[in-house]
C-alpha cells in the first residue's frame, strides 16, 4: 500500500499572506493575543512568525522561525470564539480540571495549557506527536511537522502507507497506559511523511479519569478502523480494543 503523491504546489508566501491577512487579523490576532506573541518573542522561544499553515474553528496554526532559523509551529487558539462552550465536556469531565469554572476566554486558556499538558504526556510515553516546546495563555508553540516550510499532508489526503494502521494502534496502546484517550482520532489528524504516522490535535484528548474516556476511546478505535477497512485492512474493534486495556492493566 502506498500513498498517493500530492500534486498540491506549495503556494508562494506573499499569495498566502495576501489570502488570510484579513482573516488573521481578526479572528486571531487580538491585542491579548498581540500581547502573548510579544512575550514570547522576548524570551527568544521564536524569533518571527511566517505564514498560516492550517486554520479551524478553534484555532489556527502558523509557521515560526526561531534564532537559530528552525521552523516551529504556534498554535493559537481564538479568544473570541463561541466553539469552546459547545466543547466543554471535554474539559469539564476530566479530573485534571474537575472544579473548573470560568468564562469562555479561560476555557480557550485551559485548552490551550490541556493541550500542552497532552503533548507532554505523549511525549513521555514515545507516541508519535508533535513535541511541545512553550505554552503562553492561548499559544502553544510546537514542533513543526514537515519540511521546507511546508507541512507534512493529513491521511485523509493521501492515504495510508504500509504499517501506518500498526503504528496508530500501537500509539493508541500506548496513550492508554500513560492514562490518555485522544477523543477525537480519526484521518483528518494523522499526519504522514516518509517514517510513522504523526497524531495532532490534542486539546480535547481527556484523561481515564474522565467519566466518557471508554465511551472516547471506543469512538477512535472504531473511526480508525472504519478508515483503513476502505483499504482492505480489516480488525476486529472488539480485539483491538481488548488489546489495547488489557496492556494498560499489566
Known amino acids: 500500500m502506498a500513498r498517493k503523491v500530492s ?50 474553528k478553534e484555532a489556527n496554526v502558523f509557521l515560526a522561525t526561531t534564532s537559530s532559523e528552525q521552523s516551529v509551529a504556534v498554535k493559537i487558539y481564538k479568544i473570541e470564539t463561541t466553539h469552546f462552550l459547545r466543547r466543554k465536556e471535554y474539559l469539564e469531565g476530566d479530573p485534571r480540571y ?30 508519535h506527536a508533535p513535541r511541545p516546546l512553550f505554552l503562553e495563555k492561548n499559544i502553544v508553540v510546537m514542533e513543526f511537522l514537515g519540511r521546507e516550510g ?8 493521501v492515504g495510508p502507507a504500509e504499517g501506518d494502521l ?3 494502534l500501537e500509539d493508541m496502546r500506548k496513550l492508554y497506559r ?8 480519526s484521518e483528518y489528524n494523522i499526519m ?7 497524531i495532532i ?18 469512538r477512535d478505535v472504531y473511526n ?14 472488539k480485539a483491538i480494543l481488548a488489546w489495547i486495556r488489557d496492556d494498560a492493566l499489566k
Not at 500513560?178 to 482520532?185: E, I, N, P, T
Open 7 to 56: 500534486t498540491k504546489k506549495r503556494p508562494s508566501r506573499d499569495k498566502i499572506v495576501l489570502n488570510e491577512r484579513f482573516k488573521i487579523e481578526s479572528e486571531v490576532f487580538d491585542k491579548p493575543t498581540l500581547l502573548s506573541l510579544m512575550r514570547i518573542m522576548q524570551k527568544g522561544v521564536i524569533n518571527r512568525m511566517e505564514y498560516p499553515i492550517s486554520t479551524g
Open 98 to 127: 474537575k472544579k473548573f469554572r470560568g468564562r469562555e476566554r479561560d476555557f480557550v486558556f485551559a485548552f490551550a495549557q490541556k493541550e500542552f499538558k497532552n503533548l507532554q504526556i505523549c511525549e513521555r510515553a514515545g507516541v
Open 150 to 157: 511546508r507541512a507534512y499532508p493529513v491521511m485523509s489526503t
Open 166 to 168: 500498526e503504528s496508530i
Open 178 to 185: 500513560a492514562g490518555l484517550v485522544h477523543a477525537d482520532l
Open 192 to 198: 504522514v511523511w516518509e517514517g510513522p504516522p504523526y
Open 201 to 218: 490535535d490534542w486539546g480535547q484528548a481527556v484523561a481515564l479519569g474522565h467519566k466518557r474516556s471508554e465511551e472516547y476511546l471506543e
Open 224 to 237: 480508525i478502523l472504519k478508515y483503513f477497512a476502505f483499504f482492505g485492512l480489516n480488525r476486529d474493534p
